[in-house]
């Protein structure tokens, strides 16, 4: 079933989200705070692509 260390970070991971997801709502404008919530994984996806000295490939745009 693995280790406790990864049932910890699992479970605290996921936890930890959703109390900083919710902290957030309570504390600013919901559609901004949805709207970050959604596109952060775009701008990681491009941030990694441009690291990698990749710039953004033609197969990756419809994603954006």
Known sequence: MGSGKFWLMGVGGITGALYFYFLALSEGDPAKVTLVTYTWPV??????????GRGLRSCRQPGI
Do not use: T
């Not at 701008?43 to 690291?51: C, P, R, Y």
């Open 43 to 52: 701008g990681f996806m491009l941030v990694a692509d441009w690291l990698a």
